[in-house]
């Protein structure tokens, strides 16, 4: 699920980007020297004109109707958006290792080094019968021709034997797709792989094992069918993070990373929470989440027009996918109900600068890093 046509990808200094926060304007003279500076500090002023921005172009919402079609026809919306853009849209989002270094090579054990070790966590139960929930259930997948995309023209069949497994209502812990790996992470809204295959050409740990989903059955056959998807380091699959009565293909406590990013804000606010909620299950004890979405007041909120607008900070795009604008507090709510511990919340104050036609955007990221404590309930379900 892509977040933004306006996510723009971030500077780089030298070849490699430098973490935010490591390049401050001091003389605005210099703005259009670089692509972009950091912590950026607002005006009063400015504050004050982008809250009225914000009134504006939320005082006309989009009536009733319209919304249940946007939320019904959501996997059509986004669906539609991949078959015209494919994988040529965005860029491999290789920033997520400076930002990230929990995805980095040699990295996937350091979150947890000074943490209980194995033998002190909870153990995942080994099986799980019908009785315990309902069964895993997988969509179709599909594969395509190639089209001179670096797409391949068969899903291997490694693939299609993981979809008959998960297919099953009794399935054992120590048979779900990457089950011998000793590092997992998960992507959701993983959208055609510009997550996923900076992380699986990056790092090279024999014990890495990535899961990946969208929402969008168009935008998961892109990821399967493209030349460096590796089934036996990685599994796609579309998964709605919104149904409740759809398991993910992994166990409960199975999960060490859980990637969200700009998808979060994509789905409805009511139902934000239960999906994190879910999510959180997955991790292990010491797993981290991790999250990079839109804040408030950011230059994609301000540039929607009146009549955009479906409830306060939740917009529309013209092409019937939607996105909302955060403010940190309402993260850490989310994810602290969830039962996780904040270990980063920052905003990213951002002044990307468009120095061939002279022009400012101020955008407004957040980005968090969640961790789930030492603390089991033995009564739960295994599968989420």
Known sequence: MAGSYTEGELGAVG??????????????????????????????????????KVQENSAQRVCQDKQVDYELNAHKYWNDFYKIHENGFFKDRHWLFTEFPEL????NQNHLKDLPSENERSEVPQCRSSENGPGLIIEEQHTCSSNGLGHKTQTPSLEENVTQKLSHL??????????SATYRILEVGCGVGNTVFPILQTNNDPGLFVYCCDFSSTAVELVQTNSA????????????????DKSYPVPRGSLDIIILIFVLSAIVPDKMQKAINRLSRLLKPGG??????????????????KGQCLSDNFYVRGDGTRVYFFTQDELDTLFTTAGLKKVQNL???????????????????????????????PTESTWA
């Not at 009794?170 to 089950?179: K, N, Q, R, T």
């Not at 990079?292 to 007041?297: K, L, P, S, V």
Request: glycine residues 6%; proline residues 4%; aromatic residues 14%.
């Open 170 to 179: 009794e399935i054992c812990a120590d048979e779900f797709p990457g089950s």
């Open 288 to 305: 981290m989440m991790l999250l990079r979405d839109y804040g408030r007041y950011d230059m994609a909120q301000l540039r929607f027009k």
């Open 347 to 377: 905003v990213d104050r951002r002044l990307q600068v468009n120095r061939g036609k002279q022009l400012t955007m101020y955008r407004v990221w957040i980005q968090c890093k969640y961790r789930k404590p030492f603390l089991s309930s």
């Open 104 to 107: 980095a090579p040699g990295q």
């Open 15 to 52: 070849g490699k980007r430098q973490q935010f926060g490591s390049r401050f304007l001091s003389e605005p003279a210099r703005v259009f020297h670089h692509n972009a500076w950091d912590n950026v500090e607002w005006s009063e002023e400015q504050a004050a004109a982008a809250e009225r």
């Open 229 to 244: 998807y590796d089934p036996s380091r990685c599994f796609a699959f579309v998964h709605d993070l919104c149904d409740e």
